[in-house]
């Protein structure tokens, strides 16, 4: 079963009593596993769309399902819930709580899962060895450098096991060298625990090592390289 499914998703924005349409007929599923990026002009909806798939917003029109779940359903603590359980999320400012070490930043999300606190560490621990930060896990934030704390906020985004990592410009606070370095993680990391990546990228050489791109234009999807040639998208 997929991930996460649009069919016809819309979505409309009111400002000031007029209608803003910044998603207009999305159709597209994330498969586990792959590694979508998602490309498109300022305005094509990219932000938006990143909310709908991860729960955080949602649709004003069509059909969405995030885990099995059709969001519709769902009250704001069902979503909530499902959010925590299903979807990581990885921005371009790294948002790590900054008075508070490595280990408790990645600890977070096992919180709201019940995880009890001696575990809770372990698996952060264990997480944040993952992504080569094993002997930095009492460090706060700004004891770390860029690429390191993106690593913190990577290690927290997957802590939980999640089924979908949404990664919203994750290099574009980071000089190429240390950005490349943490796409490659980011891909290590899709390939060997099968959490589909989708990435918002506006750059080339990152959107080209996608399995999987996905173009956006005036709040439809342009192309989408899994599609059959002559279709939007599913
Ligand atoms: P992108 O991420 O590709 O730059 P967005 O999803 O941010 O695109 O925006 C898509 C369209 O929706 C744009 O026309 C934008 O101005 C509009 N939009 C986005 N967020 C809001 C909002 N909160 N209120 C009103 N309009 C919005
Ligand atoms: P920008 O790319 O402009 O710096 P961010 O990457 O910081 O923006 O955040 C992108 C969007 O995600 C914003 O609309 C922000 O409100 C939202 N956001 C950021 N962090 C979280 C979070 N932890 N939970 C939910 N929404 C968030």
């Known amino acids: 079963p997929a991930a996460i499914e649009a069919t016809d998703v819309s979505r409309t924005y009111q400002l000031d009593g007029v209608s803003v349409p910044a998603l207009r007929g999305v159709s597209l599923t994330v498969a586990p596993g792959d590694y979508v990026a998602l490309v498109g002009p300022s305005g094509s909806g990219k932000s938006t769309l990143m909310h709908l798939l991860g729960g955080l917003d949602r649709p004003t029109g069509g059909r969405l399902v995030i885990g099995g779940r059709e969001v519709a359903a769902l009250s704001a603590a069902e979503l909530a819930d499902l959010r925590n359980r299903t979807i990581g999320f990885v921005f371009q400012a790294f948002h790590l709580l900054p008075r508070t070490s490595a280990v408790d930043n990645v600890a977070l999300p096992l919180v709201y899962r019940g995880v009890?606190?001696?575990q809770r560490r372990a698996r952060a621990a264990a997480m944040l060895d993952r992504v080569g930060l094993g002997h930095r896990l009492n460090h706060r934030p700004n004891q770390l450098s860029g690429g390191e704390q993106q690593r913190v906020a990577i290690a927290r985004a997957l802590v939980a096991d999640p089924a979908v990592l949404l990664a919203d410009e994750p290099t574009g606070n980071l000089d190429s060298a240390?950005?490349?370095?943490?796409?490659e993680l980011l891909e290590r990391l899709n390939a060997s625990s099968g959490v589909a990546l989708v990435?918002?990228?506006?750059d080339h050489e990152v959107a080209a090592r996608a399995r999987r791109r996905i173009a956006m234009r005036d709040g439809v999807v342009a192309s989408d390289s899994a599609a059959p040639a002559g279709e939007g998208g599913t």
Not at 178 to 183: K, N, Q, S
């Open 199 to 202: 990435l918002v990228t506006h």
């Open 178 to 183: 240390t950005g490349a370095a943490v796409l």
């Open 116 to 118: 009890g606190a001696r």
